[in-house]
Nanobody, 118 residues
Framework: AVQLVESGGGSVQAGGSLKLSCVPS????????MAWYRQSPGKERELVSN???????NYLDSVKGRFTISRDIREKVLYLEMNGLKTEDTAKYYC????????????WGQGTQVTVSS
């Protein structure tokens, strides 16, 4: 499994911004996909965004236009820029890495809390 270290969470007011970072223990392109998930108490963990080796991205509908996933391959950092935060975005955010084959997110970070207040 890949070791993933997350940072950047915190408390902000609605409309504010945060930028999360994830540092994997291996080169980013070793993973076929890397992703950000989130989970709130009493809710299922959901995929927020992911990025493939070729740079193709995917976003949860509710965050499209507000969140941006990106990576710095050389510096080995995955980011999630979060703008126009809403109270519904409050959750613990997790970084994940997927093996190329067999596919599957088999590596997870410890999570970083994001709290958005009105």
């Amino acid at each position: 499994a890949v070791q993933l270290v997350e940072s950047g969470g915190g408390s902000v007011q609605a409309g504010g911004s945060l930028k999360l970072s994830c540092v994997p223990s291996i080169p980013i392109l070793t993973s076929c996909r890397m992703a950000w998930y989130r989970q709130s108490p009493g809710k299922e963990r959901e995929l927020v965004s992911n990025i493939k080796r070729d740079g193709t991205t995917n976003y949860l509908d509710s965050v499209k236009g507000r969140f941006t996933i990106s990576r710095d391959i050389r510096e080995k950092v995955l980011y999630l820029e979060m703008n126009g935060l809403k109270t519904e975005d409050t959750a613990k955010y997790y970084c994940a890495a997927e093996s190329c084959w067999p596919p599957g997110y088999n590596s997870w970070g410890q999570g970083t809390q994001v709290t958005v207040s009105s």
